[in-house]
């Protein structure tokens, strides 16, 4: 058994271990010569909720097992309140996580199972009665303490395994897919309680997600994994506004995406707004970025629903398209609809626009209607194009 | 696979020590022994064989003959068992397979309680004595048994069907001991499959004869096979059922074997004759071992 | 589908007749098996006042018992090694030791062990007699495999993240495999302990050949009577087996069958 009393060194200065809950160091971890996790550094602020976001195989469960302790890094450091845990097992690391599976002890009871990682750090028999009191009134399952798992609903099973995971009281909570074993409708009810809870707690936080929506609801900051490499990391608002890759873009809500050209004007100073000529899109695109890294070829990125959609044909100088709709979907709230263009190289591209109901029925829209599309400069954010 | 889990025990060894050590000395160190004695001759003494080297003032000798082994060449009445213990266990495998797999697919198909209970009431013969139960046949079999006393009071036959020391008899002792060991592996796995896969068969077009021939069969072949070498390797070496239920001329190898041993006292021949079984049979073991461990990973 | 039910039940049938047969013939008054005379108990009697039959059977039931206890703790070591270890030096030597002994033929293991016995007597002068000792040791040999197989498909069924999730709670591995793993796997463990012991007093070819003089087994003993015909004594033995078998194991079924709201609660908690 390895031994944690040399681990207790703490080598970063006092004022990095305050305020960083966690470090992830440059961790990697290669299985059989294949990287599940590559080179990845991340510092998460005391109390925050932050969240691990990617597609199946991207390597965020690999990289939250390794917090845990269940999978030991290639290479690399992570550090927990300034001290490295490398070394120490999972049952000496102060980190509690909540399973997929919620993985409760079928053979005993709601109490039993919340006490059992109490049990194992030998706190009196009576603390131990008061804490996991505390903690079930926490998550409001007091009435079931007597219960077995197999006889609670998947919500209240996710309740119990919220309370043990918090009651040891770790500096670092993990989540792994929290949602994943819940259906729709009580998802949407459970990830606002669930993140009310342990903002309550102020325990830090990471979680494992592959639904956007769960990632967005929840975390003070997202991570946007792809094969074992971070993408981008920032609040969900940054992320959804201003992301920096197409695959960041593709991959949070739905985007149009144009293949262009940006010319800056640099007489100007970086004042004067960037032009770009695409070849998907039948008109300047004027866009208010002035960063000059984006000169050369990139793409223009739009959200749906910053596109206006006009039946008045009234052109106008840039950031204005013409074309026919190609296909409406009902989706209750609002409308996605289709608009074919025509680019200049003689090809057609569909592009998304939202549509409120009542501008829908407004206009009266039909499929073939030829419309105008525009847009505010301020909308276009540029992706530069991944050197091929 | 929990690589971590297993990591943590920085003294695995000594968990794993306990049963490797018991098999080692209790299981694979015996084979060493039993090919050591192949080569000894036998003698009247005890033990009754000699040695096969020896460490006097010349050093190491050699000792050992293969003359066991000629000698099992040399007289037909052992290829004539070699033979016949194949040939019979393969043939009662077969008819095992027919037997069990409607049984374990029918098992396989029931809800619970009843699939479970009739798991039971097919296991649970077997938990009785093997031994007692082949020995009920023979009060059934025998010439003046129940069978022919009911058979020639409803008039059928009028004198006794000679049905006890009989390959016949061999046949049904195989089948009847070994049945549950066919059913077993068969049902897991058919248990297991997906039902809506047949669903999608039906749905498809196929009639139920082909949904069976391409559908459930291929998908329940790792339990068809490892039934069948639960079956038939240990049915090679049978010894209870050739020599209560088989005549004198039905020569089982396992049966030969015992005799050689036991009543001819003649511990190198019997040595030479496991000898040469588990070479033969060493061939199936091999694909069996392979097939249960991948039936085991399967189930994860 | 109809045919394999009907097929179930005239399986069913050929497994149980000659056992019916057996049981009511043992309360024949007749010695003959084919001719029904009149009820009688004469039979059990005569059993219980054979001393060498019971005591073959006491010396069965020992020996039983004890293989039945050690085949459990070497199979659960066994089979946790398989199934959690993954790879070791000698890993395919250890998996084959243990799969061996389910298909391998009666006759080569008693003979084999014999022969080590005898071996081992001469080198270090361990086992000084053959008898009860021996026995255990042959039975637990090949027991081992059987308890195995049962314990590890049990033990693969089992969510991992249980395990994981006591660890991450500060249980050591030592405790993690006492408080959460062997909880859970005791009906196997239950299960692997009556397969032992029924394969244990079962075997009379094994012990044969490693038993020494002084020490039969009940198999022992009823091989030998057998060999000199059909005996209404016999038959009420086997009664007796058949008859505990079957309270014991409907029993085990019912308790099953009344703690299935716990069973299903497990399988919805693994999911």
Known sequence: ?388 | MKPLFAHLFANRFWVIAPPYVWMLVFFALPFAFILKISFAESLIAMPPYSDIWSWADDGFQWLGSINNYLFLLDDDLYYTAYFNSVRLALVATLVCLVVAYPMAYAISRLDEPYRSLFLLLVILPSWTSFLIRIYAWIGLLKNNGLINHALMSLGLIDEPLVMLHSDFAIYLGIVYGYLPFMILPIYTNLVKLDHSLVEAGYDLGARPWKVFVTIIFPLSMSGVVAGCFLVFIPAVGEFVIPDLLGGPDTLMIGKVLWQEFFVNRDWPVASAIAVVMLSFLIIPIYFYRRIEMQRLEANK | MRAARVMLVAGLVFLYFPLLVLIIYSFNESRLVTIWTEFSVKWYIELLQDEQLMGAFFLSLQIACATAFMAVLLGTIAAYVLVNFGRFPGQTLFSSMIVAPLVMPEVITGLSLLLLFVGLSELLGWPASRGAMTIWIAHVTFSVAFVTIIISSRLREMDGSLEEAAMDLGATPLKVFFVITLPLIMPALVSGWLLAFTLSLDDLVIASFVSGPGASTLPMVIYSSVRLGVSPKINALATIFVGMILVGSFLVWWTMQRWQVYATDKKAAEG
């Open chain 1, 1 to 388: 058994m390895p031994n944690s009393d040399a681990q207790t060194v703490i080598e970063t200065p006092a004022d990095v271990a305050d305020r960083y809950a966690l470090e992830i160091i440059n961790v990697s971890k290669h299985f059989d010569d294949v990287a599940a996790v590559n080179q990845v550094s991340l510092s998460i602020d005391k109390g925050e909720i932050f969240a691990l976001l990617g597609g199946s195989g991207c390597g965020k469960t690999t990289l939250l097992r390794m917090l845990a302790g269940f999978e030991t890094p290639s290479a690399g450091d992570i550090k927990i309140n300034g001290v490295s845990v490398l070394h120490s097992p999972p049952y000496q690391r102060p980190v509690n996580m909540m399973f997929q599976s919620y993985a409760l002890f079928p053979h005993m009871t709601v109490e039993q199972n919340v006490a059992f990682g109490l049990k194992q750090d030998r706190m009196p028999k009576a603390e131990i009665e008061v804490r996991v009191t505390e903690v079930l009134e926490l998550v409001q399952m007091t009435r079931f303490r007597r219960r077995k798992p197999g006889q609670l609903s998947g919500g209240q099973q996710q309740r119990v395994a919220l309370a043990r995971s918090l009651a040891k009281k770790p500096a670092l909570l993990l989540l792994d897919e929290p949602m994943g074993a819940l259906d729709k409708k009580l998802r949407m009810q459970m990830q606002l309680e669930l993140a009310n809870i342990i903002e309550s707690v102020g325990v830090t936080c990471v979680m494992v997600t592959h639904d956007q929506e769960e990632a967005m609801t929840m975390a003070d900051r997202i991570a946007i994994m792809d094969q074992g490499e971070i993408m981008q990391v920032g609040a969900p608002r940054q992320i959804y506004e201003f992301p920096n890759s197409k695959l960041t873009a593709e991959f949070i809500g739905s985007i149009n995406l144009f293949e262009a050209v940006a010319a800056f004007d640099v007489a100007s100073g970086g004042a004067a707004p960037c032009r770009l000529e695409c070849a998907e899109l039948p008109c300047t695109v004027v866009s208010n970025e002035t960063d000059s890294r984006f000169a050369g070829p990139c793409y223009v990125a739009l959200r749906p629903e910053k596109i206006s959609l006009e039946t008045s044909l009234e052109p106008a100088d840039n950031n204005w398209v013409r074309g026919k709709i190609d296909d409406i979907a009902y989706l209750g709230s609002h409308n996605v609809v289709h608009v074919r263009l025509e680019t200049p190289a003689g090809k057609t591209k569909i592009v998304q626009v939202h549509v409120s109901n009542f501008a829908r029925h407004a206009k009266s829209l039909d499929f073939e209607q030829a419309v105008a599309l525009s847009w505010e400069p301020e909308a276009v954010v540029l992706i530069k194009a991944e050197a091929a």
